[in-house]
């Protein structure tokens, strides 16, 4: 028998230049991948190596992660076991599994309804301090009024799935009011319906033609990047001939934060299987990755137009897994970062806590603030909106600003 609590098994680093090694031994499922890398990058840790091996019904993974001071590894163990597929336990012991036959229940959306006085690097602050609560930000709306008044609306839904009860509501406003102090005006959460985070019907108007043309359509991808440093640096290759069973993608790129997600969620919306994977870090921050694949129907992919369909759409998200453009709208100066959100209808983690942070570390004041969901191309984007406060954009080079949100969100610095 298998005990229940080695399903995950967590070996933190010894040294601090050594790797945390995370093992996962479960019941497998078509994205169990995708899921695990999202809270790994969620509790903001970087995996510099992986392994992946299933049979079709059980998985062995182990993740190397770079790990930060602060991590809280018995609860990234709870999430990570929350990913796994279903298992049934008795004594704390293993005995089945049992695939689930339905999807999760939506989770709960609730409004943070935060008000208080204005300061440089506040919304960074508030949305650091929900992260750590493990609040998820689905939606935002900031505003700022000429006297110097804040008033945040956060659709967050609750990973502990506690924020229904006064104890949970209770702790929130203690953590927020320990922090902001008497600079804090007022703080309530209540529960809404879903409809608030819902996907609008359609592009948004306020994006560029030429973002969303280029941005989100496949073939003028192909087209308009063939030319790209960075791009020709992306190698993404098909290969049928080593396996008899499986298709072998073999990709080569530079890293960045987040990058095996990116590739994991692509495979997931595909309904691609990886029967063994390897991924490692090189030097020079360059990647490499074999994966042994196969359709949900458990046959190598050889269509042509499937392969090539699919070598595609990794090689976008390599090159660009989000897209960044700084507009002008009339006087104002105005952000956007849209990131693609999965089939499922989760998307990425931390996305606005680093646009956050960067604009923060310029010390740049964010005048109002957007998240919202739209359906570009025939995929659901979330699209961040944030209007800087254009007195203080005069002294930043504006291709410094969308240069340091570029590298903030890429992980650039820090890998």
């Known amino acids: 028998m298998m005990l229940f609590e080695d399903v995950v098994i967590i070996k933190e680093a010894e040294k601090e230049d050594d790797a945390t090694v995370i093992t996962v031994n479960c019941p497998d499922k078509t994205g169990l991948g995708c899921d695990l890398c999202r809270t790994i990058l969620f509790f903001g840790l970087s995996i510099v190596r992986g392994d992946v091996s299933t049979d079709g019904k059980w998985c062995y993974i182990v993740f190397w992660v770079n790990g930060k001071p602060g991590t809280i590894w018995s609860l990234l163990k709870k999430?990570?076991?929350?990913?796994?597929?279903?298992?049934?336990?008795?004594?704390?012991?293993l005995v089945f599994y049992r695939p689930e036959s339905k999807p999760p229940k939506p989770a709960d959306v609730f409004l943070l309804k935060f008000c208080c006085h204005d300061r440089q690097g506040l919304l960074h602050d508030v949305t650091h301090l929900l992260c750590e609560l493990e609040l998820v930000i689905q939606r935002v709306k900031v505003s700022t009024t000429p006297d110097g008044m804040v008033m945040d609306l956060f659709f967050v839904t609750d990973t502990r799935e506690l924020l229904h009860t006064p104890e949970r509501k209770e702790d929130t406003h203690d953590h927020l009011k320990a922090v902001f102090g008497n600079a804090m005006i007022s703080c309530d959460i209540e529960m809404?319906?879903?409809?608030?985070?819902?996907c609008s019907n359609g592009p948004p108007s306020f994006i560029p033609p030429a973002i969303t043309e280029e941005t989100f359509n496949l073939e003028m991808f192909d087209e308009a990047k063939q030319g790209s440093d960075h791009?020709?640096?992306?190698s993404v290759t098909a290969d049928?001939?080593?396996?008899?069973?499986?298709?072998?993608?073999?990709?080569?790129?530079?890293?960045?934060?987040?990058?095996?997600?990116?590739i994991m969620r692509t495979l997931k919306d595909y309904n691609i299987q990886i029967s063994y994977g390897r991924f490692?870090?090189?030097?020079?921050?360059?990647?490499?990755?074999?994966?042994?694949?196969?359709?949900?129907?458990?046959?190598?992919?050889?269509?042509?137009?499937?392969?090539?369909?699919?070598?595609s759409r990794i090689r976008m998200e390599l090159y660009q897994p989000l897209r960044i453009a700084l507009v002008n709208r009339g006087p104002d100066t105005e952000l956007l970062v849209a990131n693609p959100v999965e089939l499922c209808g989760k998307g990425r983690p931390l996305v606005f806590y680093d646009i956050t942070l960067a604009l923060k570390m310029l010390n740049m004041d964010?005048?109002?603030?957007?998240?919202?969901?739209h359906l570009i191309g025939g995929r659901?984007?979330?699209?961040?909106?944030?209007?800087?406060?254009?007195?203080?954009?005069?002294?930043?080079?504006?291709?410094?600003i969308e240069e340091a949100v570029r590298k903030n969100l890429m992980g650039w610095d820090r890998i």
């Not at 999430?79 to 012991?93: D, F, G, K, Q, Y």
């Not at 490499?288 to 090539?308: C, N, R, W, Y």
Request: proline share 3%; charged share 25%.
């Open 79 to 93: 999430r990570l076991l929350e990913a796994c597929p279903s298992v049934s336990s008795a004594n704390n012991t």
């Open 192 to 198: 809404v319906g879903r409809d608030y985070t819902t």
């Open 231 to 234: 791009m020709n640096n992306v």
């Open 240 to 262: 049928n001939s080593l396996s008899p069973a499986h298709t072998l993608v073999q990709i080569v790129c530079r890293d960045h934060k987040g990058l095996l997600y990116d």
């Open 280 to 311: 490692m870090k090189k030097e020079k921050k360059i990647v490499e990755l074999d994966l042994f694949i196969v359709q949900a129907d458990g046959k190598k992919i050889v269509d042509p137009s499937k392969q090539s369909a699919l070598i």
């Open 366 to 373: 964010i005048f109002s603030a957007e998240i919202s969901r």
């Open 380 to 400: 659901e984007w979330e699209v961040y909106r944030v209007l800087l406060n254009e007195g203080v954009i005069l002294s930043v080079r504006k291709g410094k």
